[in-house]
């Protein structure tokens, strides 16, 4: 399914659409009228509305992904404060090496030696912290695969994967129902935005599945990572076509931001809706819980945009960056160990405006290299390694005694930081001052800075390639992520559905493996087309949310016994295809039989 910023997109599109169809005259119908004036007088509605099927995903299996993201993000704001109280220490030292003379030049040098030896004490236990954490993600099980693929009879499922792959259309209609009936303006704007995510979902899944090389069911960590790719694409760039309003691209927040909850008529509807549509068959016990999903789906969303990028190390101050080349050796300065910190970002493979550019050319597509995910855990891990050499290193030409010649080798930094603890005397001061050691602190500062930022970034790439958070916009021209939001080219022979790897730790590369068969078409794109082809119109596809998606539910809004979405459902994975129906495996057989025997379900089948 599509992520929320993806959905965000589709509903400004639907909506000018409306407009316009309001503005040329074609659209007079009443209800039509009613849904227009009820989206822009009550539009936040309208976004919560779009993003329905997240709203449901988090009345269950989102559980452990939300419990991972706030572990993360408790070590992330740990790991920023230890970075950003390193800076501070340097920012100190440097301004002493600067000025050795003024006032409190030597209170400000013990007092940065001493935030140092906290910082020495502090390292060891967020390591620990940190490796805790990734064993927790090892092997991954933060992401929850669709039952369908075990088997499982549907009174087993999630709601969220019953809401996707049952009685879809009929969902939508029910609610549209339910709002015209209540008259309440929000509840109509919510209603359009449901109908907005049902279209979202079977255009952009079709473009999904055709990145990703198969359905969900099968790729699950591949998909959310195109999802994510996706989003993120949508997130950074700009519709080719403006909005005559300010768009919300957030989750709205009903009720206080302490204590946030649906309005009880919303509650009301939407247990209404589950109840009439969902009203036989093998179903799960009780209904999803909205009101609780609600405030998950907020915590998701907090969460989601709490792990910024991080600034990288500023460069030393050109006084003491002259002075340095003028008095140290390479030998003072320069790291005789191997060592993965550098300055400053990698250098663009490409330039942004080849990746966001929504024409239908076809850019270079790139193979992903890495082996597996663990591949970046091992990346992170290198810096462990070499970070408290850095420490130590500092700890030494800061706080060495003058019958010490080299840093130790070997040795805690508990030790350091005892040294670091007990202040210089002034003469003690005016010696190191006097000497070299200060400047070659200053490098080796900047070294262990450029490293920790370096680190820390690593980690956010291992959170980004899991899909437990978005890429930015300068990750989207990496491999990784740019064989989903640039669909691969004819040459490369990619077919479609791909079985489930044999190793699903290798979900970076796409799949290799034998074909599920009977082979479908995932979409009406073709290769080299960017997400805004199954956005709008006029970028490549034969079938966009704009054109195609509109008219599935024009009849709707207008409250006609035609709507289609009265009378099929259409699978909101785009499980076989695009525009598939929902479907179950043909009775005595099994989704995991190769070819498969599927069942097109019938309206009212669950």
Request: glycine content about 6%; aromatic content about 8%; overall charge negative.
């Amino acid at each position: 399914m599509l992520d929320l910023y993806a959905h965000f997109a589709a509903l400004e599109v639907l909506r000018v659409r409306l407009k316009r169809e309001f503005v040329s005259g074609s659209l007079t119908a009443a209800s039509a009228v009613e849904t227009l004036k009820a989206v822009e007088s009550t539009y936040p509605f309208a976004v919560l509305g779009s993003v329905v099927d997240h709203l449901i995903a988090h009345a269950g299996p989102s559980t452990a992904e939300v419990d991972r993201l706030q572990k993360a993000h408790a070590l992330s704001v740990d790991v920023r404060a230890f970075l950003n109280d390193l800076r501070d220490v340097r920012s100190a030292i440097e301004n002493v090496a600067r000025n050795p003379k003024a006032a409190n030049a030597l209170a400000d040098y013990n007092a940065a030696r001493a935030a140092l030896a906290d910082l020495y004490l502090r390292y060891d236990p967020l390591v620990a912290r940190l490796q805790a954490f990734v064993w927790q993600l090892h092997p991954l099980r933060h992401l929850t695969q669709h039952p369908v693929s075990t088997d499982q009879p549907t009174g087993a499922w999630p709601w969220r994967d019953l809401f996707l792959s049952r009685r879809t259309g009929a969902f939508v209609a029910e609610v549209m129902k339910l709002a015209r009936a209540s008259g309440r303006p929000e509840a109509i704007a919510f209603a359009f935005g449901v109908g907005a995510s049902y279209v979202g979902n079977i255009f952009g899944s079709s473009y999904l599945t055709h990145g990703v090389g198969g359905p969900r069911r099968s790729h699950v960590y591949r998909d959310r990572l195109a999802s994510y790719s996706v989003g993120a694409w949508f997130r950074h760039g700009r519709l080719a076509e403006g909005a005559d309003f300010d768009p919300i691209r957030r989750v709205p927040v009903f009720g206080s931001p302490q204590n946030p909850a649906l309005p009880p008529w919303l509650t009301a509807l939407l247990k209404k809706a589950f109840s009439n549509v969902y009203a036989s068959g093998d179903l799960p016990a009780v209904l999803p819980d909205v009101d609780a999903a609600y405030v998950q789906l907020l915590e998701h969303w907090r969460l989601l945009h709490s792990f910024p990028p991080l600034a990288p190390a500023e460069p030393i101050d050109d006084t003491l960056d002259l002075a340095i080349v003028n008095t140290l050796t390479p030998q003072d300065k320069d790291p005789d160990e191997p060592t993965t910190p550098r300055d400053g970002p990698e250098p663009e493979p490409d330039g942004p405006e080849r990746l966001f550019d929504p024409g239908p050319g076809s850019p270079p597509w790139f193979m992903e290299k890495h082996e597996d995910w663990l591949d970046y855990v091992k990346e992170a891990c290198l810096d462990l390694l070499f970070l408290p050499i850095f420490l130590i290193r500092v700890g030494f030409w800061l706080g060495h005694d003058a019958s010490e010649n080299e840093p130790p080798k070997s040795g805690g930094l508990a030790s350091r930081a005892s040294k670091l603890s007990t202040p210089l005397t002034q003469s003690e001061f005016d010696a190191v001052m006097g000497g070299k050691d200060i400047l070659i602190a200053v490098v080796w500062l900047h070294h262990l800075d450029a490293g920790l930022h370096h680190f820390a970034t690593a980690c956010l790439k291992v959170l980004k390639v899991v899909g437990l958070i978005y890429p930015e916009r300068e990750d989207l021209l990496e491999p990784t992520y740019r064989q989903f939001v640039v669909l691969p080219p004819a040459s490369l022979g990619v077919q479609w559905p791909s079985l489930p790897p044999a190793d699903p730790a290798l979900f970076l590369q796409p799949p290799a493996g034998s074909l599920e068969a009977p082979a479908t078409v995932p979409s009406t794109l073709g290769p080299g087309h960017k997400p805004i082809a199954f956005l709008m119109t006029g970028f490549g596809g034969s079938a966009s949310v704009m054109s195609e998606g509109f008219d599935l539910l024009l009849d709707e809004l207008r409250d006609l016994p035609s709507s289609p979405l009265r009378s099929s459902n259409l699978n909101l994975d785009a499980d076989r295809g695009h525009l598939a129906a929902c479907w179950t495996p043909a009775a005595g057989t099994s989704v995991t039989d190769n070819p498969q025997s599927p069942v097109v379900l019938s309206y009212g089948d669950v």
